[in-house]
């Protein structure tokens, strides 16, 4: 499978970076206007609508439409880890219904005196098999600017 990874620096607190992330309002902020994000459903591991923290067993049920173009593309993340231990923590949020065959997206912060680091790792397959797998690494060029936005936009929104 094929990796993307992103790091970047926040200048604000692990603690300020750790809760924005862990909430809806958080993917909502850090996602682009150009993707057209559509939350349409949120359920706790225990099916209750809304919950104020995404923890494992955590549901979002959305839709995106890059550009506005095309049908819209459903998108189902179930949250699968969820860990704040010290000076770390992170989360990891799967696809389980979407256009990647596989998508695993882990979110790692690591404090640093005041400030958090942000890194983004992303391990995906693309569908199509074998002519997918070749062409992954291609998928850097769509994954790029929306990970640079996602990271511009928190250090814009925290520090």
Do not use: C, K
């Not at 979407?98 to 983004?120: N, Q």
């Amino acid at each position: 499978m094929a990796v993307y990874q992103r790091r970047t620096r926040v200048g604000a607190p692990l603690e300020s970076v750790w809760d924005f992330h862990s909430r809806v309002s958080g993917l909502e902020a850090l996602t682009p206007g150009w993707m057209h994000l559509r939350i349409e459903e949120v359920q706790g591991p225990d099916g209750n609508p809304d919950p104020e923290i995404l923890v494992p067993g955590s549901r979002i049920e959305a839709s995106v439409q890059p550009f506005g173009a095309g049908p819209r593309q459903q998108w189902t993340s179930l949250i699968t880890e969820r860990e704040r231990e010290g000076a770390t923590a992170h989360f990891t949020d799967e696809m389980a219904g979407g256009p990647f065959r596989h998508w695993e997206h882990t979110h790692r912060f690591f404090a640093d005196g005041d400030e958090t680091v942000v890194d983004d790792r992303v391990v995906y397959a693309l569908p199509f098999g074998p002519l997918g797998d070749a062409i992954a690494p291609l998928a850097r060029v769509g994954f790029e600017p929306m990970f640079r936005f996602r990271h511009r936009r928190t250090r814009e929104l925290l520090e």
